[in-house]
């Protein structure tokens, strides 16, 4: 024979139901608000999406200047940026309005301050080809701000990505070597 333990008040030592539930209700309570804090600015997950395709294009850039042996360059604008490919006369021309290297405006709430080799540059205005829209835009006018030579070097320079109604910035630095990085800073 086995003894069985006997209490002495006679109820189980355990958890009712009741208790259990209330429990999983404070807790899901506690992790909705813990959620809710943490996210919530989507224009700053918008920046970082911007931040990633701009260093990736700029990488693909580099790459594919050196794979061609043709010179690339890149050129800022007030409201986005687009590649271009110097042609044989000397002038730029713009990569084309298909592929990846194509021109890119950035979406309406996000700034993009360009800072190359320490001096921001003069932004070449988009209103200007706004302005000549009927008229055909001479692409051997442009003048770049960043080049992506065909032997694997770059322009240095730094573009911050940023909004007013975002409490974040992000950065991104090109090196003279064609190494492309980012962070995130939080403002205040």
């Known amino acids: 024979m086995s003894a069985r333990p006997v209490s002495i008040s006679g109820h189980s ?8 539930m209330v429990v999983l209700v404070l807790i899901g309570i506690i992790f909705s608000f813990a959620v ?3 996210g919530g600015d ?7 999406q911007e931040t990633r395709r701009m260093a990736t294009l700029l990488e693909l850039a580099a790459d594919e200047a050196v794979l061609r042996g043709e010179e690339l360059a890149v050129n800022f604008t ?8 110097l042609q044989e006369d000397g002038g730029w021309q713009s990569s084309g309005e298909d592929g990846l290297l194509r021109a890119y405006k950035l979406p309406g709430d996000i700034e993009l301050r360009l800072e190359v080799e320490g001096e921001p540059p003069e932004l070449n205005a988009m209103a200007e080809a706004d302005q000549n829209s009927d008229d055909e835009q001479d692409d051997n006018s442009l003048e770049p701000q960043v080049y992506i030579l065909s032997s694997g070097e770059m322009t ?3 573009a911050t990505f940023l909004s007013l109604q975002s409490k974040y910035r992000y950065h991104l630095k090109a090196t003279l070597f064609g190494k492309v990085s980012w962070e995130v800073e939080e403002t205040l």
């Open 78 to 85: 007030d409201d986005g940026y687009e590649f271009l490919l």
């Open 13 to 20: 030592a355990g958890f009712t139901l009741l208790e259990l």
């Open 156 to 158: 240095p320079f730094a």
């Open 36 to 38: 809710l804090s943490l």
């Open 42 to 48: 989507k224009l700053s997950e918008l920046m970082e």
